[in-house]
T-cell receptor
Framework: AQSVTQLGSHVSVSEGALVLLRCNYS??????LFWYVQYPNQGLQLLLK??????LVKGINGFEAEFKKSETSFHLTKPSAHMSDAAEYFC????????????FGAGTTVTVRA | EAGVTQFPSHSVIEKGQTVTLRCDPI?????LYWYRRVMGKEIKFLLH????????ESGMPNNRFLAERTGGTYSTLKVQPAELEDSGVYFC??????????FGEGSWLTVV
């Protein structure tokens, strides 16, 4: 069984500040981890994913995430927030890279203050 | 190239009525998924089609929900009869096997 916990349902950051969204997972098999973003009135868009190899994964729009097996974490960061980053972010886990039976976290809504 | 298209984008129906949601995947994608997010909860997997076959329907909540994918192209998700707890956003997604999954914008369902 797999599950994801996202710490903090809402995060507010100032424009230009660091964005840090926390994700911890539980998995009985090596996990495949994903971050999705949902902008207002849009569908879910893949930001980045970890399957195997390098544990620091770079995604679109300046986001990156680091897989830490010892901490069962996959936190998402962006060094400098932009107003356009205001959205809801979802961490997800699947049992294999080809299996999109994703288990999602509850989501974190990010607001960016000018 | 068109993305995953879902229709209707919003639907308001009364308890006991029937609603049919449609999803048109990206052309050529064999894999089609349905997910839903009921209010205040996580996005949950409902089922997975490979072409016209149901690969995994373990997430379907009960027999009021029926999904079909005739001919392996578009898919429909019917809720009959709808209950209040069915309100939420229904997402469709598609992919080539082993590749990135693409989500649609979702169909918002409100049951009153």
């Amino acid at each position: 069984a797999q599950s994801v916990t996202q710490l903090g349902s809402h995060v507010s950051v100032s424009e230009g500040a660091l964005v840090l969204l926390r994700c911890n997972y539980s998995s009985s098999v090596p996990p495949y981890l994903f971050w999705y973003v949902q902008y207002p009135n849009q569908g879910l868009q893949l930001l980045l994913k970890y399957t195997t190899g390098a544990t620091l994964v770079k995604g679109i729009n300046g986001f990156e995430a680091e897989f830490k097996k010892s901490e069962t974490s996959f936190h998402l960061t962006k060094p400098s927030a932009h107003m356009s980053d205001a959205a809801e972010y979802f961490c997800a886990v699947s049992p294999s890279p080809n299996d999109y039976k994703l288990s999602f976290g509850a989501g974190t809504t990010v607001t960016v203050r000018a | 190239e068109a993305g995953v298209t879902q229709f209707p984008s919003h639907s308001v129906i009364e308890k006991g009525q029937t609603v049919t949601l449609r999803c048109d995947p990206i052309s050529g994608h064999d894999n089609l998924y349905w997910y839903r997010r009921v209010m205040g909860k996580e996005i949950k997997f409902l089922l997975h089609f490979v072409k016209e076959s149901k690969q995994d329907e373990s997430g379907m909540p009960n027999n009021r929900f029926l999904a079909e994918r005739t001919g392996g192209t578009y898919s429909t998700l019917k809720v009959q009869p709808a209950e209040l707890e069915d309100s939420g956003v229904y997402f469709c997604a598609s992919s080539f096997t082993g590749n990135t999954i693409y989500f649609g914008e979702g169909s918002w369902l409100t049951v009153v």
